[in-house]
């Protein structure tokens, strides 16, 4: 694979979904191949069991451990994964919303002994880059919100169709959930030897940072990554 495949991923409300459009945005508009990928693809045949787990239809969240709702999101990324390696061959830049970082985050989440977080982590990266065979990223940008804060601006999001008209899904109305993925995703960095990740603050000294402020960071951060641009 000779394209750049870069991840961003982030705590709940932290603006990952929009961070993922502007970089691609930027990046088309000079005149790169970039393709668009955004996870879980709702909708789509491969996303079914990840929709109905959200909308708690396999009951609650305590429910179900993090190896078993894992797998149906590692199947939709699988299904993904010939269209993301069919880019990369051809020497595209691949932008993601979340990826196999938001399981370790969200799964682990669930974890609370550290044996027990590390074995699930080698489990999971083991299973989707190991046995599924999907391809790794490049880079992984967490962006960081506080648990309590993104719980809050959660709440001013649309209402969701494959939620059936709800705003939260089964994570995000538990805010217990979001702060031990909270502790998870940001123990990752020390964890996780697969990915490279990236932390970017978005709160400074308490106040939530602009979406542009976001950006910048953003771009600071993988700018690197690419050959300069020819377009003027």
């Given at each position: 694979m000779s394209?750049t495949f870069?991840v961003?991923?982030?705590t709940?409300?932290?603006?990952?979904?929009?961070?993922t459009?502007?970089?691609f945005?930027r990046?088309?508009s000079?005149?790169?191949d970039v393709?668009?990928?955004?996870?879980?693809?709702?909708?789509k045949p491969?996303?079914?069991?990840?929709e109905?787990?959200?909308?708690g239809e396999y009951?609650e969240?305590?429910n179900?451990?993090a190896?078993r709702a894992s797998t149906?999101?590692?199947?939709?990324r699988f299904?993904?994964?010939f269209?993301?390696?069919a880019?990369?061959d051809?020497g595209a830049?691949?932008?993601?919303?979340r990826?196999v970082?938001?399981?370790?985050g969200?799964?682990?989440?669930?974890?609370?002994d550290?044996?027990?977080?590390?074995?699930?982590?080698?489990?999971?990266?083991?299973?989707?880059y190991?046995?599924?065979?999907i391809?790794?990223?490049?880079?992984t940008i967490?962006l960081?919100?506080p648990a309590?804060?993104?719980f809050?601006?959660?709440?001013k999001k649309?209402?969701?169709?494959y939620?059936n008209?709800?705003v939260?899904d089964?994570h995000?109305?538990d805010?217990?959930h979001?702060?031990?993925a909270?502790?998870?995703?940001?123990?990752?960095?020390a964890?996780?030897t697969?990915?490279?990740w990236k932390?970017?603050q978005?709160?400074?000294?308490?106040?939530l940072l602009s979406?542009?402020?976001v950006?910048e960071?953003?771009w600071?951060?993988v700018?690197?990554l690419?050959?300069?641009?020819?377009?003027p």
């Amino acid at each position: 694979m000779s394209g750049t495949f870069i991840v961003i991923d982030g705590t709940d409300g932290s603006g990952k979904g929009t961070q993922t459009t502007r970089l691609f945005d930027r990046l088309k508009s000079e005149g790169r191949d970039v393709l668009l990928v955004d996870f879980p693809r709702y909708g789509k045949p491969s996303a079914y069991f990840v929709e109905r787990y959200l909308r708690g239809e396999y009951g609650e969240l305590k429910n179900i451990d993090a190896y078993r709702a894992s797998t149906f999101y590692a199947l939709d990324r699988f299904d993904a994964s010939f269209e993301i390696r069919a880019a990369l061959d051809r020497g595209a830049i691949v932008i993601s919303n979340r990826y196999v970082s938001a399981n370790k985050g969200h799964q682990m989440g669930k974890i609370k002994d550290p044996e027990e977080r590390k074995k699930f982590l080698d489990w999971l990266n083991g299973f989707e880059y190991g046995i599924l065979g999907i391809p790794k990223p490049d880079l992984t940008i967490l962006l960081h919100v506080p648990a309590d804060i993104g719980f809050d601006l959660i709440a001013k999001k649309d209402e969701r169709a494959y939620l059936n008209g709800k705003v939260r899904d089964i994570h995000e109305g538990d805010r217990e959930h979001l702060r031990a993925a909270e502790d998870a995703y940001l123990s990752l960095a020390a964890l996780d030897t697969v990915e490279n990740w990236k932390l970017l603050q978005c709160v400074q000294d308490g106040r939530l940072l602009s979406i542009e402020e976001v950006q910048e960071r953003v771009w600071d951060t993988v700018s690197h990554l690419f050959t300069p641009s020819s377009t003027p």
